[in-house]
């Protein structure tokens, strides 16, 4: 009842642009710090973006004006915009959320998604 579902993943070649959705279902995201990480094969999470009532929009220097993470609360939905996209960016892409005001650690969130592929070669 509880999920989160990330979509919006593919193939795209350097330099262009990908939207990821992550949907809420069971419970209202308002309420919650959501964060995106991603996964390269063989490597761990890393944090790529996240967003909360009280700071706002965080980011990883690496994509720090590239990618826009935003909320929809009427479609209880979080987004990821990116842009500029470059084979570094190649991994699977999590949503995660955490009950709370402020984005937590990464073992701190209470709930993730399936993961949504993102491939940029040319």
């Known amino acids: 009842q509880v999920q989160l579902v990330e979509s919006g993943g593919g193939l795209v070649q350097p330099g262009g642009s990908l939207r990821l959705s992550c949907a809420a279902s069971?419970?209202?995201?308002?309420?919650?710090?959501i964060g995106w990480f991603r996964q390269a094969p063989g490597k761990e999470h890393e944090g790529v973006s996240c967003i909360s009532s009280r700071y706002g929009s965080t980011y990883a220097n690496s994509v720090k004006g590239r990618f826009t993470i935003s909320r929809d609360n009427t479609k209880n939905t979080v987004y990821l915009q990116m842009n500029s996209l470059k084979p570094e960016d190649t991994a699977v892409y999590y949503c995660?959320?955490?009950?709370?005001?402020?984005?937590?650690?990464?073992?701190?969130?209470?709930?993730w998604g399936q993961g949504t592929q993102v491939t940029v070669s040319s």
């Open positions: 069971g419970f209202t995201l308002d309420y919650y710090a």
């Open positions: 995660a959320a955490r009950l709370g005001y402020v984005c937590p650690t990464l073992r701190a969130y209470d709930y």
